[in-house]
């Protein structure tokens, strides 16, 4: 029943900014911990980012002071903010939500830093 849906990617030069949202159907949104994870092309899915149902996010090193994870339970959304983009972002960017010992994941949205 819980689907996940990313939105927001594209082609963006180095610098500028994205925002991704992943929209959650068929759950009671507000109680779940959800997560931003990528994978560039020949490279394991890495976490970016996530956000615990009570608001607190914890960030990867290599996006901290650029990226910022939120969440709005009213819209069933979280967000991605990227700012100062660079071409090492570059990778599909996958949406989770976790619920104990379960985890459900979006299809992903492609994100491209070039120039």
């Known amino acids: 029943q819980v689907q996940l849906v990313e939105s927001g990617g594209g082609l963006v030069q180095p610098g500028g900014s994205l925002r991704l949202s992943c929209a959650v159907s068929g759950s009671i949104f507000s109680i779940f911990a959800m997560g931003w994870y990528r994978q560039a092309p020949g490279k394991q899915r890495e976490l970016v980012a996530t956000?615990?149902?009570?608001?607190?996010?914890n960030y990867a090193d290599s996006v901290k002071g650029r990226f910022t994870i939120s969440r709005d339970n009213a819209k069933n959304t979280v967000y991605l903010q990227m700012n100062s983009l660079k071409p090492e972002d570059t990778a599909v960017y996958y949406c989770?939500?976790?619920?104990?010992?379960?985890?459900?994941w979006g299809q992903g949205t492609q994100v491209t830093v070039s120039s």
């Open positions: 956000i615990s149902s009570g608001g607190s996010s």
């Open positions: 989770n939500l976790n619920w104990s010992r379960l985890n459900y």
